[in-house]
């Protein structure tokens, strides 16, 4: 039915245009024939009639050509997938599952279909890089927000590409130290950028200074582009002020043990040459050995207590925790000092409160430390004096309160009377037998008890000592 339509939709088309074309070919010949009996053109008017004609024949005949081409377009984009889907309507009315596409649009659509995934992949994966660059641009960042080194980069001119809060903070730098040659010339740094960058192999890259009371050292590395072109230079800032420090303490601490065990070897090799050189009498004889027998001894504690400090130090120091009561062992320490309490007639009290937990921790090493606590009161305070001793229990911790009117700390000392050799009076020190390693060797123990001492002393008042220890 649809096909007769289509082939009478394709005739009248036809008929018509034709019926047109020759209607317009018949009235411009007709025209030309009336010009040529009005002005006497008979022959060219002739020739002209039948061009036209000719004209009209060969227009009529390709509209039919273009007419039926077009008729066959027709029938087969609109007219058969209408035909197809008016024979296919019934079964699809039964709910079956009818392909009413051809072959060729078949193909047409897995084409872009696929093309549109092709799209949805680069677009995911696109997307999926993106976001990976931005993971590691952030995490970078977050890196060197909260790195203790100082980071710093410079471009070619000079300028600020990137710099962290830690090399603000190293350098002491404002707003106003924006370039390199504005921030080197600060820290009194005589460096050359294009030298660092082009040179590198001919100039030392690493650099150190002092700011304020900072040591840094300053590594200085150029980075090219991809061409392997120099692009700019990277600066990295160190603080080393621990490092130097810690130098600096072990030159003095080999500096004093060697004066230290110099002083008693000296005193024994003298007065042993004059023992061999001369003959003295028995008292003279006596002194002598006497002041060898004390040096030695003296050569010996310092020894000992350096095998200390060093066995604290390497972690090699045996320690039994076991579980004790703190008020026995103070007094059971008071005890043993006695006699030196007595000797310069010291009024010693000591209150224990009430319900003091036990105390879990190193017996020997905390004996130790409170023999040295008080011994230190005991030679410090002149005679006559008066010590306090208190133990008692706040929060979680036991703790031992020491508290004596001797001659006390100048407030300056404060900050290092737990340094090794550190005294504040040396030769008051050495003459009362002290090697400057007891405070040392206390601090060491009690760290590694996870116990805490602290001192409070002002001069010609007293000192306050207070040490913390955890309860079971």
């Known amino acids: 039915m649809l096909r007769n339509v289509q082939l009478k939709i394709i005739l009248i088309f036809g008929i018509i245009g034709i019926i047109l074309i020759s209607a317009i070919g018949f009235f411009y010949g007709l025209s030309l024939e009336q010009v040529a ?6 022959e060219v008017i002739s020739s002209q009639v039948k061009n ?24 087969k984009t609109v007219l058969n997938p209408i035909t197809k889907l008016i024979k296919d309507a019934p079964r699809i009315a039964a709910g079956e599952n009818i392909n009413i596409i051809s072959n060729e649009e078949n193909k047409k659509k897995t084409s872009v279909d696929e093309l549109t995934n092709a799209f949805d992949i680069m ?43 830690a090399a603000t903070e190293l350098f ?13 010339k600060k820290i009194n740094i005589d460096i050359n950028l294009e030298k660092t960058v082009y040179l590198e192999d001919w100039t030392s890259l690493e650099q150190r200074a002092t700011v304020g009371e900072k040591y840094l050292k300053i590594l200085f590395a150029s980075f090219k582009d991809e061409k392997e072109i120099p692009s700019g230079i990277m600066v990295v800032i160190q603080d080393i002020t621990e490092h130097v420090k810690l130098d600096n303490m072990r030159k003095e601490f080999v500096a004093d043990v060697s004066h230290e065990l110099k002083t008693p070897i000296t005193s024994i090799m003298g007065y042993a040459d004059t023992l061999l050189e001369s003959e003295y009498e028995k008292d003279m004889q006596d002194k002598f050995l006497n002041v060898i027998s004390s040096e030695a001894r003296r050569m010996a504690k310092l020894v000992t207590d350096l095998l200390t400090l060093s066995k604290y130090d390497t972690n090699k120091m045996k320690k039994e925790t076991t579980e004790f009561d703190l008020g026995e062992l103070v007094k059971k320490c008071q005890e043993k000092l ?29 004996e130790r430390v409170i023999l040295n606590i008080l011994t230190n009161s005991i030679k410090y305070t002149p005679e006559n004096g008066t010590i306090k001793i208190y133990v008692g229990f ?41 090697t400057g390693l ?15 001492i602290d001192i409070k002393s002002k001069k010609g008042e007293g000192t306050e000592v207070v040490i913390r220890i955890p309860t079971k």
Do not use: W
């Open 394 to 434: 706040v929060y979680n911790d036991a703790y031992i309160k020491v508290i004596d009117n001797g001659i006390g700390i100048p407030e300056e000392d404060l900050n290092r009377i737990f340094e090794r050799f550190y005294r504040v009076d040396k030769a008051r020190t050495r003459e009362m037998g002290g």
């Open 37 to 42: 009996n009005v002005e006497g053109y008979t």
């Open 123 to 165: 677009t995911k994966e696109l997307r999926e890089k993106l976001n990976e660059v931005n993971r590691k641009r952030k995490q970078i960042e977050t890196i060197l927000l909260h790195m203790t080194d100082g980071i710093i980069a410079f471009d070619m001119e000079g300028n600020i590409t990137h710099i962290n809060p």
């Open 52 to 75: 036209v004609r000719d004209i009209t024949i060969v227009a009529e005949t390709l509209y039919g050509i273009i007419t039926i081409l077009i008729g066959m377009f027709i029938s």
């Open 338 to 366: 006695q006699v030196e309490i007595n000797k310069k007639k010291h009024q010693v009290e000591c209150f224990v409160t009430a319900n003091v937990p036990p105390v879990q921790a190193d017996y020997d090493g905390i």
């Open 438 to 452: 007891g405070l040392s060797i206390a601090k060491e123990i009690l760290d590694q008890n996870n116990s805490s």
């Open 172 to 184: 002491n730098l404002s707003e106003e130290d924006n370039s390199f040659d504005k921030i080197f």
